[in-house]
């Protein structure tokens, strides 16, 4: 079954106000299972927007969004979709166990059965011995991993990620490019991930969707096709490199686009 | 940990005894019937009668008083200190309450905050003098089955008047300091209201609510005991600060003691809050979210 599909999606911020946005229009994707789907583009583009409608976050304007042949709405409810942000966003309060138990938690799990997921998602993201750490006693990549355990807790099919690493430093970021891949195979995730990043998208995603603003929209789908193996080697590829030129271009066209309408985009 | 209890326990009687010390070198240099400056009096009075010895101050705590049933003035101190702290300690807990609830509504419904917020503010610019007696009146006229008004309610309720104002702006800043990521992180997981005010806001208010329970533990003291004396409740500090107050041209040292009763409830209060911060810190990072 399809997991994403996303038909004639329209979001439009403040209608009929005189600060109306058309954040996104004509918006059509569909996402296999399995597939790791990149959205890149300017600030503007509406990648974060398009990310809060799979998640129900929002509500779209026009169009519809089913994730596994449910609606949105009941694919939130069910649980479907794990989410991570920018910020790690752990509650002080927890453990880093508890922090994982969270989602769990929500649900009604009994306690015995939460201890034996969490621990197990630790194990996954290589924090066993980190179980019972408060997050601020964790490193920034640590308490990204943490907070991937926590998306990934109750086994969701669906992975929606908002510039998870962008606050990482370039090694521990790689690092963690590496680690997630490793994590959503094992786990068998399809993954949504919004990135500034050209080389992280394309190291990433089987398929790299280019999207520019004003109003925002996808203007490219660029399949990566460097197979499922990745590994810091396929960094030096010169398929690698071909893809990242290709990615580039496609957002130099939306630059330029842009500039001869007069638009400051930086 | 104990060293640094240590530490604090020493800068406090350190700090005390540069306080007694300070008062003693004013009775040494300052005028003993004031300093006056163009006819205004301008430096309080140096006298005994004004300012009596600080040691002056502990003799009367060993006082014989004939009409208290030969009790020790100390003596008398403590139960009325215990007879206070019981209405304190009621006022705050009842202030805490509905600091806490009028925070949570108010979180709830904008509207509301923005009805709410401007009373509330006005009600602490009421006079407490001026609001005791209505208190009594209005107590007064309650008849629940055989359930009767005591005086003593005025004072729990006066205190509680006092303590509830910071807890209700703690609690509501307090609560609306998630991010809008953790917001839409519980959103995510579907949860209900109820889930995110106890799993994510009311956790995430604490180091808020801490500051606003010390402001709300010294407003209960000063709330019960003013209240203790203008609605006559007697037994307790505030009560014992007027009788010794009425006696000070006779013995000016004893007042001093009763305000020592005064004195050790607020700490007693701020005792009681600080050990309520370190066990539920304990586990938290140590600076505090801005």
């Known amino acids: ?266 | 940990m104990t060293r640094a209890r240590l530490r604090r326990v020493v800068m406090f009687v350190a700090a005390l005894v540069a306080v007694a010390c300070l008062w003693e070198f004013y009775k040494i240099i300052g005028p003993d019937q004031g300093g006056k400056a163009f006819g205004w009096t301008v430096l309080p009075r140096a006298g005994d009668r004004s300012m009596p010895h600080v040691w002056e101050m502990f003799a009367r705590l060993g006082d014989v008083e004939a009409s208290q049933g030969g009790r020790h003035i100390w003596q008398i101190i403590l139960s009325a200190i215990w007879y206070s702290l019981r209405l304190v300690l009621a006022g705050f807990a009842l202030g805490v309450i509905v600091g806490m609830g009028l925070g949570v509504v108010m979180s709830r419904l904008k509207l509301v905050e923005r009805g709410l917020m401007p009373l509330l503010v006005a009600s602490q610019t009421v006079p407490l003098i001026a609001l005791a007696p209505l208190v009594v009146a209005w107590g007064g006229k309650l008849h629940i089955g055989s359930f009767t008004w005591e005086k003593w309610m005025s004072a729990v309720v006066l205190g509680a008047f006092l303590s509830f104002f910071p807890v209700a702006i703690g609690t509501l800043k307090g609560l609306n300091s998630p991010s809008a990521e953790a917001l839409e992180l519980m959103q995510s997981y579907a949860a209900t209201w109820r889930q995110t005010l106890f799993k994510l806001r009311f956790p995430a208010a604490v180091p808020f609510l801490i500051p606003a329970l010390k402001l709300a533990g010294s407003a209960s003291v000063f709330g019960v005991l003013v209240s203790e004396i203008s609605t006559g409740v007697s037994g307790g500090v505030g009560r014992l600060i007027i009788k010794f107050a009425n006696e000070a041209s006779s013995k000016p040292a004893r007042v001093f003691t009763s305000v020592f009763g005064a004195v050790i409830l607020g700490l007693l209060m701020a005792g009681l809050v600080a050990a309520a911060e370190s066990r539920i810190m304990r586990n938290r990072p140590k600076e505090i979210p801005a």
Not at chain 1, 233 to 262: P, Q
């Open chain 1, 1 to 266: 079954m399809t997991t994403l599909s996303i038909r004639s999606l329209k979001k439009v911020f403040n209608p009929g106000k005189a600060n109306q946005v058309d954040a996104l229009v004509d918006v059509d994707l569909t996402v296999e299972p399995g597939d790791f789907v990149s959205l890149i583009g300017p600030s503007g583009c509406g990648k974060s927007t398009l990310l809060r409608l799979l998640a129900d976050l929002i509500q779209p304007t026009s169009g519809t969004v089913m994730m596994n042949g449910k609606s949105a709405h009941q694919a939130r409810i069910d649980q479907d979709y794990g989410m991570a942000f920018q910020q790690a966003g752990l509650f002080d309060w927890r453990s880093v166990a508890e922090n994982i138990e969270l989602p769990l938690e929500l649900k009604g799990w009994d306690k015995a059965k939460r201890r034996d997921r969490a621990h197990e998602m630790l194990e996954l993201v290589k924090l066993r011995e980190f179980a019972d750490h408060r997050p601020w006693e964790l490193s920034g990549g640590m308490q990204q991993r943490v907070a991937i355990a926590r998306a990934l807790a109750s086994h969701p099919q669906v992975l929606l990620m908002d510039e998870p690493f962008g606050a990482l430093d370039e090694m521990t970021r790689e690092h963690m490019q590496a680690e997630l891949l490793r994590i959503c195979r094992a786990a068998q995730t399809t993954v949504v991930f919004v990135t500034h990043s050209i080389p992280e998208a394309v190291y990433l995603s089987s398929r790299v969707v280019v999207m520019s603003p004003r109003p925002g929209r996808i203007t490219q789908i660029i399949d990566v096709g460097l197979g499922d193996a990745r590994t810091d080697e396929t960094r030096d590829d010169a398929a690698f490199y071909t893809k990242i030129t290709e990615v580039r271009e496609a957002l130099r066209g939306i630059e330029s686009t842009l500039a001869a309408r007069g638009v400051d985009n930086r």
